[in-house]
C-alpha cells in the first residue's frame, strides 16, 4: 500500500462544476502539498498545508489531521483547470508523493 | 525572476557514459531536491540538501551522486547511466526544510540507450 493515496486517478468534469479530489496519507507529517501539473510538464506549487484550510482564487485545500486526509475543491472549473494534481506529504526533510489526479474539464 | 533553471531539457544518452544534470536557482534557498518522474509512480525522491555541502538520500539514490559546493547550484551525477534510470527529473528549492512551498525546475527529459 502507498504511504500517499490520491483518489481519483482521472477525472472528466464539465465546466463549471465543483470538483473535489482527495488525498490520504499513512505516514506522520509536517505538511501536505498540493501541486499542478500541466501537460507542457512544469510543476506548481498550489498550497502547503499544516492545518485548517486554504483559498486561492477557485481553489480550496483542507486537511484533517487525525484522519489523515486531505481534499483539494476547485470550484466552478475551467477547462484551463485541465491538469494533473499531485499530493505530496513532508517531514523534515524528505517527501513523498502520490501518483496524481489527472483531471479534464470539458467546455 | 525568481526561478529554477534545469540544464539540458531533453538528453538521450548511451549506457555508461557519465553525464551531469546542472540545477541552480536564484532565490537563496537553503534546501534544494532532485525527483524523478515516472509513469505509474510518481514523483520519488532521489537526494536532498539541506545547505552547503549537506546533502543525503531520499528513496532512490541508487546510480546517482549530487554535491553542493555552492548555495545556488545542485547537480545530479549519473556516473554510470543505465536504461532504467530513463525518466523525467525534476530540481526543487524551497527556503528551508520540506515545510515550506517548493519552486521546481522545468523538468529534464533524460533517455538512456
Known amino acids: 500500500k502507498n504511504e500517499v493515496e490520491q483518489s481519483p486517478q482521472n477525472l472528466t468534469a464539465q465546466e463549471g462544476e465543483f470538483i473535489t479530489i482527495n488525498c490520504s496519507y499513512s505516514v506522520g507529517i509536517s505538511a501536505l502539498h498540493w501541486l499542478q501539473q500541466h501537460p507542457g510538464g512544469g510543476i506548481v506549487s498550489l498550497f502547503m498545508l499544516s492545518s485548517g484550510k486554504k483559498k486561492h482564487g477557485r481553489l480550496i485545500a483542507t486537511i484533517n489531521i487525525q484522519e489523515k486526509h486531505s481534499s483539494l475543491h476547485i470550484t466552478a472549473s475551467h477547462p484551463r483547470d485541465s491538469a494533473v494534481y499531485i499530493c505530496a506529504v513532508s517531514g523534515t526533510y524528505k517527501y513523498i508523493f502520490g501518483t496524481g489526479t489527472r483531471l479534464k474539464v470539458l467546455a | 525572476e525568481a526561478q529554477v533553471t534545469q540544464n539540458p531539457r531533453y538528453l538521450i544518452t548511451v549506457t555508461g557514459k557519465k553525464l551531469t544534470v546542472t540545477c541552480s536557482q536564484n532565490?537563496?534557498?537553503?534546501?534544494m531536491s532532485w525527483y524523478r518522474q515516472d509513469p505509474g509512480l510518481g514523483l520519488r525522491q532521489i537526494y536532498y540538501?539541506?545547505?552547503?555541502?549537506?546533502?543525503d538520500k531520499g528513496d532512490v539514490p541508487e546510480g546517482y551522486k549530487v554535491s553542493r559546493k555552492e548555495k545556488r547550484n545542485f547537480p545530479l551525477i549519473l556516473e554510470s547511466p543505465s536504461p532504467n534510470q530513463t525518466s523525467l527529473y525534476f530540481c526543487a528549492s524551497s527556503p528551508g526544510t520540506a515545510s515550506y512551498e517548493q519552486y521546481f525546475g522545468p523538468g529534464t527529459r533524460l533517455t538512456v540507450t
Open positions: 540538501s539541506m545547505n552547503v555541502e549537506v546533502t
Open positions: 532565490m537563496n534557498h537553503e534546501y
